[in-house]
């Protein structure tokens, strides 16, 4: 170990534990998982599958250290610290065995020292040499090479500026670490991003104007905390406000698998708190005698964080060093008191936490809007697959303003029609209850009410109006309200069957009207305004209509307001539109096939409009065409009525949502790139076959409801039975 000096490394020993050699035989099978004990804070070795190629026997000889800090993930997302250098400022740095092949960048490294022989100072042009112990493990600590031998680093394709600080006299065998100022500067001037210092300047006064320097570049020291047990770290009496920002300091975990602690050696937090990460202190790594050994200390977690540093700007070179020190910071796993604490800072360094996306926003070229409170509702009328197809590659940019790209299709869906309403409307209909009627003159009105029993005692009845009917006849003008009108239905074999309405089939919640009714030109005019909420949506229609000896034509416009077609338009940055607009056409035809047996058909014509949302991807959009057909036949059995058809729900025939998102991201302008595309929402034609049957009368009713889905070849049946005692 070496003595003396105004600086000197503060990690522990090195060459503590030699590891053996590993042999040349493949790496064996690890064991099954199975759960590990009650307590343990990382999986057991012994107890952990092969998760992946790059969970090789050399990753595993640092398994604890690897494992607390997530190493894992950065290998298996090809962050591995390419295209970044560090700089290394220590005793200088020697290349054994081949860990570091191609990782010194021999032209930006510098030694800095002189050799002192006989009380004569001569300037030394070496790298590194059989003194340079503590500055090979921390290189190799960072960017040992993954060649299967040894120890592999935490960024093994990072690039190493050596800058060797140490003079060295032989007269004494001391080293002293007297250039760090010197060192400090030239990576300033250099422009490096990341500075590696596993020393102590001891808080000596004269490093805070280099740090800030440095600092100003927008570049990063990750710092030892320190091994005296100290309430702070050592260099913190140098930080100010000119150049707190530039440092990042590290404390050390000790390598106990059921818990966290910090190394009994490690300097804590302390007023550092808010600029103090941990990482385990204890790494297998490659000492000067080529030798895989055990390194421990403060010295040996800074590197950790270094080459995460490091990973973050092999994918982002946008980011200065400080700004990948302000996500490893953000990014840590809080493990002490709550919040930043004194002990442990910020907490534990974590590579899957630092390489994720940290809050990221979609954004369609004008407008950004946050991934978490994003989703696409898409009726189930209409395609979704396309829309999936289309955003399963999409750019999104964090609060960092990292780019990440993936898939967002998962985060639009087709809801399901909400069972729960449509049952108990059901139940509410076959359920006890009753109607009353009042007439007078010109007016009447019915009120429907159900009781539906949820308990055994007597009072555990709940009791509620079901739908409500007015009607004021008027000599030729006929004028009628209806109050939840869905409710009442009875002709979509108990909610089985497609809406013979047209309005009901765009806007479900349309349930409450007011018509008007008188004759015209041999038949009968009519004219109806709907409206209705369900939940935040809500929707309003008109429909003007003529009908004569059993034909109705109608027209209508539907305006929804929070949905489309009845469902939710979804939220944020994926949210299908703010609603829309239906012109519709339709037609109901009826005929008596004798005295008994009645035939009756409808279909309909629609274009929807979508009402744009500027914070959305989908900006523009096509009009959108649907369709209803239907064929049903009724008529009286013995016991009852029966009634056989067949139809196609609303089916969107022609239409396609625009698709403005970002693709990529450009380097040189530091913007993202956009693409626009049309996304069909066409979708296949669906037949329905349905039956239905009905018999009682006051005192007892049954009803069957039955409806096969051709497409989906999936059927569907409801019962019913009520009985008065």
């Known amino acids: 170990m070496r003595s003396g000096g105004s600086i000197s490394p503060p990690g522990g020993p090195v060459g503590v534990s030699p590891a053996p050699t590993p042999s040349p035989t493949p790496a064996p099978a690890y064991p099954q998982p199975v759960p590990p004990p009650a307590g343990y804070v990382i999986t057991p070795s012994t107890m952990q599958p092969t998760r992946s190629a790059n969970d090789s026997f050399e990753f595993r000889r640092n398994y604890d250290a690897n494992e607390f800090s997530n190493a894992l993930y950065a290998l298996d997302s090809g962050f591995t610290g390419q295209g970044v ?93 007297t250039h760090i100022v010197e060192a400090l500067d030239y990576a300033t001037r250099q422009r490096i991003k990341i500075v590696n210092h596993s020393l102590s300047s001891g808080g000596d006064p004269a490093w805070s104007a280099p740090v800030a320097r440095y600092g100003a570049t927008g570049g990063l020291i990750v710092s030892s905390a320190g091994n005296s ?59 000067i005698s080529g030798s895989t050994a055990t390194f421990s200390g403060t010295s040996s977690a800074a590197p950790v964080v270094s080459a995460l540093a490091a990973t973050i700007l092999s994918k982002w070179p946008q980011l200065s060093g400080q700004q990948a020190g302000e996500i490893i910071l953000n990014t840590a796993t809080d493990i002490g008191s709550p919040g930043t604490d004194p002990v442990f800072g910020r907490g534990l360094v974590d590579f899957k936490a630092a390489l994720s996306p940290v809050n990221p926003t979609l954004s369609n070229g004008v407008s950004q809007s946050a991934v978490a409170s994003s989703v696409m509702a898409v009726p189930g009328t209409m395609n979704v697959t396309a829309i999936q197809n289309a955003l399963s590659s999409v750019t999104v940019l964090d609060e960092y303003g990292r780019d990440f790209t993936g898939s967002v299709a998962g985060m639009i869906i087709r809801p399901e029609p909400r069972q729960d309403r449509w049952l108990y409307r059901r139940v509410e209909q076959m359920g006890s209850g009753g109607t009353t009627a009042i007439a007078s003159g010109a007016l009447s009105a019915s009120l429907a009410f159900s009781s539906v029993r949820f308990g055994p005692s007597e009072d555990q009845v709940r009791t509620s109006l079901t739908t409500g009917n007015v009607t004021l006849n008027q000599g030729q003008t006929l004028i009628r309200a209806a109050w939840n009108a869905r409710r009442s239905m009875q002709s979509d074999l108990m909610g089985l069957a497609p809406f013979e309405d047209g309005v009901m089939a765009y806007a479900p919640h349309a349930e409450n009207s007011i018509g ?120 009286r059995i013995p016991g009852g009525m029966l009634s056989v058809g067949i139809a196609q729900p609303l089916t969107i025939e022609s239409g396609a949502a625009r698709l403005t998102y970002a693709s990529g991201y450009d380097l040189v302008t530091r913007s993202l790139t956009y693409t626009s595309t049309l996304a069909g929402l066409a979708d296949r034609r669906r037949l329905r076959l349905t039956a239905g049957f009905g018999a009682g009368g006051s005192r007892s009713s049954l009803r069957i409801g039955l409806m096969h889905d051709m497409s989906e070849q999936a059927l569907s049946a409801l019962a019913g039975w009520f009985a008065a005692f």
């Open 229 to 287: 047990s100290g309430s702070a770290p050592a260099d913190y009496p140098a930080i100010n406000d000119s150049n707190r920002n530039a440092v990042l300091f590290v404390g050390a975990l000790s390598p106990a698998q059921t818990s966290y602690q910090l190394a009994t050696y490690s300097n804590r937090a302390g007023e550092a708190m808010d600029r103090y990460v941990v990482a385990v202190g204890s790494n297998l790594t490659t000492n």
């Open 516 to 635: 008007f009714e008188r004759p015209l030109a041999g038949g009968r005019i009519a004219l109806t305004l709907a409206t209705g909420r369900q939940d935040a949506a809500q929707a309003s229609a008109a429909t003007l209509g003529w009908s004569v000896r059993g034909t109705e034509l109608r027209a209508g416009i539907i305006d929804e307001r929070g949905s489309i077609m009845g469902t939710p338009t979804g939220h944020g940055a994926l949210r299908l539109g703010l609603g829309a607009t239906t012109m519709m056409m339709e037609a109901h035809h009826m005929v008596a096939l004798g005295h008994r047996w009645s035939l009756e058909g409808y279909g309909s014509l629609g274009i929807t409009r979508l009402k744009i949302d500027g914070a959305s991807l989908v900006t523009d959009a096509t009009p959108i065409l649907g369709s209803r057909l239907g064929l049903q036949v009724r008529g």
């Open 85 to 177: 250098t560090v700089a290394v400022i220590d005793d200088g740095v020697v290349n054994v065995n081949g860990e570091l092949d191609g990782r010194i960048d021999t032209a930006l490294s510098r030694d800095f020292g002189d050799d002192i022989v006989g009380g004569v100072r001569t300037a030394r042009d070496e790298l590194g040499d059989e003194q340079s112990e503590h500055g090979t493990a921390v290189a190799n600590i960072i960017a040992g090479n993954r060649n299967g031998q040894g120890a592999m680093g935490y960024a093994p394709d990072a690039r190493l500026a050596v800058l060797r600080i140490a003079d060295w006299d032989a007269d004494t065998r001391t080293e002293t670490l």
